[in-house]
């Protein structure tokens, strides 16, 4: 090897640069070789003994390997760059090998519009003890410098994964598995990096393709290549790889992924798509898949590299009779596929499963709803020995779920389910920390299950967190969770469409081995042996008319369309019992909202009032808060405002203010108890809301003639004003004039009168200030929280439109009489403030509020959730 010219000429500097924390050695006659670890330095043959594989490539002689390709560039030992484009679709991906990351055993970049993956797979020099778990890891990574972005932490750098990323690892590992080869112990390691996204092309399942064509050009000896591809469906068309945009407008979102000849994994959600249309999604997908590993077989024999054949070590096939004389470690490979054969054997020929159910039998199931009395709702759902405890909790947006992902915009989640397995549901010890792989992969699949089942944002403003807690497991805990979040959501009142529920299906596929006739067995609801010593494992979820969740793993070489066919339908009559044993929960879900829900108020106002709501720096919405007593109010850009609260005091208090802030003043209007902010040489300054202020001129402000307006009033006095006028800058003028009696019929009553009738006449607007008048019809202000109870009570009729010849105690009387009606209604429910009383027959002022919808509470109350129009 030695002599060989090739290594006499310049090395690579990719592949020759020596490694850190090496000391050099032999570099003046083999620059080759030329460092080790540790003084003395040790022999050639020791190196290569070590490190067999790091020098397989390097010492290639110019007769060729078997299974060695031509693409090397002998004077470097590097592949020369070699790219093939492949179609997919209605377009076409690029793959490339050999120009980045030279020094792994196989690497990859996947090109899709401007989308770009880079995948590199990895091997350990050594093998590793022997398991009956390949040593896989798979680390996928989102890097924010691949859309233009900096992250947002403190370090500026990507910091751990985040769940969809842990998604994608899972995605990638899934289907590689089935075809790594038993008894080959070398750790092996896949890191895959997103570094171009233009927010068009979906990286996932381009990363599962990368992925597998890494693995094909590596040494890892698997079985055949992979490859995975998504489906859409929209305007009843599939479509393959579709776009982001196209995604928006799909029904269906599957990930498949397989050989050329089996599919491996399926994942994927759907808007209760039926059996029938998802198995022809499930076909278009595996023609696609296959037509990407052929073209990948092609670049596997142009420039892939031997694989380890010679490293696969199995047990001794003595040990199946002397098991008694071998290892520990070889003991258990042996028992546990003993043990795998002997219930794959019970089942074909005796018909019965390990706990003596019929191949398509349920385990028992139960449930009640209403365990925790101050959670918003919950649901222990327990089937067999598998149990899961359901929490549901509702909140505003703040409780919403924040996401950093590659697109510019931050994805929030208004509904998501967290999933936890803690070791003693399985009656183990074991650490507690961050959610694992499987945790998120889990939770993620209940979650998507569910997802369809809500209602929309307008009919239920709401933020959803379900929590599902598995106290038990022997098998299908996700599924569990399906249908005890199923049963949480209708105890916390959420109205969902309908109930879901989910089954974890297995398979005996070779049956012919144990005396049967061939025919793949299909299992229902499988417990965790025979999820263990199964070959596959395929959970739906649904209702008896559609899917909407479902995810397939495979422990063999694949399976056919038929054998899935098989199973679907086999799944959709498991459904069906367990929504019968769903139905039969008891206690039942109470389908209202619990007295400790947040009651939310959705409210209507012209988008260009937001600010008024706002503020500045945000000062008014905390004062609001604040005076109210409300949770939080949420304001977006179109209008829309949504007031969160305990109770429905402070909500009806909040909504007042807000009412009175954005009103849109009309002519002919009248305000009630408004104070004078300043006064001018040519009258006074009055709010007749908060912030909203107008002028009444001198000459409107009494029926006598005036010299000075601070000659009757000052600045801090309350008064009633009419509005008269709003010209085109929007001010405001406003008239206290209009509302004093006729000064001829005041005459003509012969009653007498004081020196100074202005003044008295102030003094009497002021006695009926001090009156019932007050109570009723004051302007809310801020200072008003400070005041008695009966002036805070009088913010709901903050208007009323009269006429001058009215008396003011036929007025008094009718604003009491509405005064004690309204009071009444607030506590049954919570409608948009509505005009005071009117007096004038002729001009009857329409609402401009439209009454809300309610759901009821616990309470007797009502939460609202309709849309109030103010303005």
Same mark, same amino acid.
């Given at each position: 090897?030695?002599? !060989?010219?090739?290594?006499? @000429?310049?090395?690579?500097?990719?592949?020759?640069?020596?490694?850190?924390?090496?000391?050099?050695?032999?570099? $003046?006659?083999?620059?080759?070789?030329?460092?080790?670890?540790?003084?003395?330095?040790?022999?050639?043959?020791?190196?290569?003994?070590?490190?067999?594989?790091?020098?397989?490539?390097?010492?290639?002689?110019?007769?060729?390997?078997?299974?060695?390709?031509?693409?090397?560039?002998?004077?470097?030992?590097?592949?020369?760059?070699?790219?093939?484009?492949?179609?997919?679709?209605?377009?076409?991906?690029?793959?490339?090998?050999?120009?980045?990351?030279?020094?792994?055993?196989?690497?990859?970049?996947?090109?899709?519009?401007?989308?770009?993956?880079?995948?590199?797979?990895?091997?350990?020099?050594?093998?590793?003890?022997?398991?009956?778990?390949?040593?896989?890891?798979?680390?996928?990574?989102?890097?924010?410098?691949?859309?233009?972005?900096? #992250?947002?932490?403190?370090?500026?750098?990507?910091?751990?994964?985040?769940?969809?990323?842990?998604?994608?690892?899972?995605? %990638?590992?899934?289907?590689? =598995?089935?075809?790594? +080869?038993?008894?080959?112990?070398?750790?092996?390691?896949?890191?895959?990096?997103?570094?171009?996204?233009?927010?068009?092309?979906?990286?996932?399942?381009?990363?599962?393709?990368?992925?597998?064509?890494?693995?094909?050009?590596?040494?890892?000896?698997?079985?055949?290549?992979?490859?995975?591809?998504?489906?859409?469906?929209?305007?009843?068309?599939?479509?393959?790889? +579709?776009?982001?945009?196209?995604?928006?407008?799909?029904?269906?979102?599957?990930?498949?992924?397989?050989?050329?000849?089996?599919?491996?994994?399926?994942?994927?959600?759907?808007?209760?798509?039926?059996?029938?249309?998802?198995?022809?999604?499930?076909?278009?997908?595996?023609?696609?898949?296959?037509?990407?590993?052929?073209?990948?077989?092609?670049?596997?024999?142009?420039?892939?590299?031997? /694989?380890?054949?010679?490293?696969?070590?199995?047990?001794?096939?003595?040990?199946?009779?002397?098991?008694?004389?071998?290892?520990?470690?070889?003991?258990?490979?042996?028992?546990?596929?003993?043990?795998?054969?002997?219930?794959?054997?019970?089942?074909?020929?005796?018909?019965?499963?390990?706990?003596?159910?019929?191949? #398509?039998?349920? =385990?028992?199931?139960?449930?009640?709803?209403?365990?925790?009395?101050?959670?918003?709702?919950?649901?222990?759902?327990?089937?067999?020995?598998?149990?899961?405890?359901?929490?549901?909790?509702?909140?505003?947006?703040?409780?919403?779920?924040?996401?950093?992902?590659?697109?510019?915009?931050?994805?929030?989640?208004?509904?998501?389910?967290?999933?936890?397995?803690?070791?003693?549901?399985?009656?183990?010890?074991?650490?507690?920390?961050?959610?694992?792989?499987?945790?998120?992969?889990?939770?993620?699949?209940?979650?998507?299950?569910?997802?369809?089942?809500?209602?929309?944002?307008?009919?239920?403003?709401?933020?959803?967190?379900?929590?599902?807690?598995?106290?038990?497991? !022997?098998?299908? $805990?996700?599924?569990?969770?399906?249908?005890?979040?199923?049963?949480?959501?209708?105890?916390?009142?959420?109205?969902?469409?309908?109930?879901?529920?989910?089954?974890?299906? @297995?398979?005996?596929?070779?049956?012919?081995?144990?005396?049967?006739?061939?025919?793949?067995?299909?299992?229902?609801?499988?417990?965790?042996?025979?999820?263990?010593?199964?070959?596959?494992?395929?959970?739906?979820?649904?209702?008896?008319?559609?899917?909407?969740?479902?995810?397939?793993?495979?422990?063999?070489? @694949?399976?056919?369309?038929?054998?899935?066919?098989?199973?679907?339908?086999?799944?959709?009559?498991?459904?069906?019992?367990?929504?019968?044993?769903?139905?039969?929960?008891?206690?039942?879900?109470?389908?209202?909202?619990?007295?400790?829900?947040?009651? %939310?108020?959705?409210?209507?106002?012209?988008?260009? /009032?937001?600010?008024?709501?706002?503020?500045?720096?945000?000062?008014?919405?905390?004062?609001?808060?604040?005076?109210? @007593?409300?949770?939080?109010?949420?304001?977006?850009?179109?209008?829309?405002?949504?007031?969160?609260?305990?109770?429905?005091?402070?909500?009806?208090?909040?909504?007042?203010?807000?009412?009175?802030?954005?009103?849109?003043?009309?002519?002919?209007?009248?305000?009630?108890?408004?104070?004078?902010?300043?006064?001018?040489?040519?009258?006074?300054?009055?709010?007749?809301? +908060?912030?909203?202020?107008?002028?009444?001129?001198?000459?409107?402000? $009494?029926?006598?003639?005036?010299?000075?307006?601070?000659?009757?009033?000052?600045?801090?006095?309350?008064?009633?004003?009419?509005?008269?006028?709003?010209?085109?800058?929007?001010?405001?003028?406003?008239?206290?004039?209009?509302?004093?009696?006729?000064?001829?019929?005041?005459?003509?009553?012969?009653?007498?009168?004081?020196?100074?009738?202005?003044?008295? !006449?102030?003094?009497?607007?002021?006695?009926?200030?001090?009156?019932?008048?007050?109570?009723?019809?004051?302007? +809310?202000?801020?200072?008003?929280?400070?005041?008695?109870?009966?002036?805070?009570?009088?913010?709901?009729?903050? /208007?009323?439109?009269?006429?001058?010849?009215?008396?003011?105690?036929?007025?008094?009387?009718?604003?009491?009489?509405?005064?004690?009606?309204?009071?009444?209604?607030?506590?049954?429910?919570?409608?948009?403030?509505?005009?005071?009383?009117?007096? !004038?027959?002729?001009?009857?002022?329409?609402?401009?509020?439209?009454?809300?919808?309610?759901?009821?509470?616990?309470?007797?109350?009502?939460?609202?959730?309709?849309?109030?129009?103010?303005?």
């Amino acid at each position: 090897m030695l002599a !060989n010219p090739s290594f006499h @000429g310049r090395p690579s500097p990719l592949s020759l640069q020596p490694p850190r924390n090496r000391s050099l050695s032999f570099s $003046s006659f083999c620059p080759a070789f030329s460092y080790s670890r540790t003084l003395p330095f040790p022999s050639l043959s020791s190196i290569l003994h070590r490190n067999p594989k790091k020098f397989r490539t390097k010492a290639l002689t110019d007769s060729k390997q078997p299974g060695t390709s031509d693409s090397f560039d002998k004077a470097n030992f590097a592949p020369r760059p070699c790219s093939v484009k492949i179609p997919v679709g209605d377009r076409h991906i690029v793959v490339e090998t050999g120009l980045i990351g030279r020094q792994a055993s196989g690497s990859v970049t996947i090109t899709d519009g401007e989308t770009i993956i880079y995948t590199s797979i990895c091997l350990a020099d050594v093998p590793s003890e022997p398991s009956d778990f390949f040593p896989l890891s798979v680390n996928y990574q989102e890097r924010f410098s691949a859309a233009g972005r900096t #992250s947002g932490g403190f370090f500026k750098r990507e910091g751990r994964a985040k769940d969809h990323e842990v998604l994608t690892c899972r995605l %990638i590992d899934r289907p590689l =598995r089935p075809t790594m +080869p038993k008894g080959f112990y070398h750790e092996t390691q896949i890191l895959s990096w997103v570094l171009s996204y233009d927010g068009l092309h979906s990286p996932d399942s381009l990363a599962v393709t990368a992925a597998g064509i890494a693995v094909a050009l590596s040494e890892v000896p698997n079985s055949k290549a992979i490859a995975g591809v998504r489906i859409g469906l929209v305007d009843d068309k599939f479509i393959i790889n +579709p776009t982001t945009r196209e995604m928006e407008k799909s029904e269906l979102d599957l990930l498949l992924a397989g050989t050329d000849s089996a599919i491996l994994m399926i994942e994927g959600y759907c808007n209760f798509l039926t059996e029938e249309k998802l198995l022809q999604a499930v076909e278009v997908g595996q023609v696609a898949v296959r037509a990407i590993c052929n073209e990948v077989e092609a670049l596997v024999k142009m420039c892939g590299k031997p /694989k380890m054949l010679e490293a696969i070590k199995l047990p001794p096939p003595e040990l199946y009779r002397h098991v008694e004389l071998f290892s520990e470690v070889d003991v258990k490979l042996v028992f546990k596929e003993v043990t795998s054969k002997f219930l794959r054997r019970r089942i074909v020929e005796g018909g019965k499963r390990s706990d003596g159910r019929s191949p #398509s039998e349920l =385990r028992l199931i139960s449930s009640q709803c209403g365990l925790l009395p101050r959670a918003h709702g919950s649901a222990l759902f327990t089937r067999g020995e598998t149990q899961s405890l359901a929490v549901a909790t509702l909140g505003d947006k703040q409780m919403a779920q924040r996401i950093d992902n590659l697109v510019d915009e931050d994805e929030v989640k208004r509904f998501y389910l967290q999933y936890s397995f803690p070791p003693s549901c399985v009656g183990e010890v074991g650490r507690m920390g961050a959610p694992s792989r499987r945790e998120i992969g889990h939770g993620m699949l209940a979650e998507r299950a569910l997802e369809p089942l809500l209602p929309s944002e307008e009919d239920f403003p709401y933020t959803i967190r379900v929590e599902s807690t598995i106290t038990e497991s !022997n098998g299908s $805990s996700s599924m569990a969770s399906v249908c005890g979040g199923c049963l949480a959501l209708q105890d916390a009142g959420v109205p969902v469409k309908c109930s879901i529920a989910g089954i974890a299906m @297995g398979l005996v596929l070779d049956t012919k081995e144990f005396g049967g006739d061939g025919t793949p067995l299909i299992l229902s609801d499988i417990s965790g042996s025979e999820d263990a010593s199964g070959d596959m494992d395929l959970k739906v979820a649904g209702n008896e008319n559609g899917i909407t969740a479902f995810q397939m793993d495979i422990k063999v070489g @694949g399976i056919t369309l038929p054998v899935m066919e098989q199973a679907l339908l086999q799944a959709r009559a498991g459904r069906k019992q367990i929504l019968a044993e769903m139905l039969k929960c008891s206690p039942p879900p109470t389908k209202k909202l619990s007295k400790y829900a947040p009651l %939310i108020l959705v409210m209507k106002v012209k988008p260009e /009032k937001v600010n008024l709501i706002i503020g500045s720096g945000g000062k008014k919405v905390k004062s609001i808060i604040e005076e109210s @007593g409300v949770e939080a109010i949420d304001t977006q850009d179109d209008g829309v405002v949504k007031i969160t609260a305990k109770d429905l005091s402070s909500l009806e208090k909040s909504k007042a203010i807000i009412s009175n802030l954005t009103m849109v003043p009309t002519i002919g209007d009248i305000y009630r108890n408004c104070e004078i902010k300043s006064i001018a040489p040519y009258g006074v300054f009055v709010e007749i809301a +908060p912030g909203r202020e107008g002028l009444c001129h001198i000459s409107e402000l $009494s029926s006598n003639w005036l010299a000075k307006a601070e000659d009757v009033f000052k600045v801090g006095d309350r008064l009633d004003v009419k509005l008269i006028e709003i010209n085109e800058k929007g001010q405001l003028r406003l008239s206290h004039k209009a509302l004093l009696p006729d000064t001829s019929q005041e005459k003509s009553s012969g009653k007498q009168r004081s020196s100074s009738p202005a003044k008295e !006449n102030v003094s009497s607007q002021n006695a009926s200030d001090k009156g019932t008048l007050r109570k009723v019809v004051s302007t +809310p202000k801020d200072e008003l929280a400070r005041q008695d109870t009966a002036q805070t009570q009088d913010k709901s009729a903050p /208007k009323s439109v009269t006429s001058s010849d009215k008396e003011v105690t036929s007025v008094q009387d009718s604003i009491a009489d509405k005064t004690l009606q309204q009071e009444k209604a607030v506590k049954r429910l919570v409608t948009p403030s509505r005009d005071g009383p009117s007096l !004038n027959k002729d001009r009857q002022k329409k609402s401009s509020s439209k009454e809300v919808t309610g759901v009821g509470t616990a309470d007797g109350g009502n939460l609202v959730n309709g849309e109030t129009k103010i303005g």
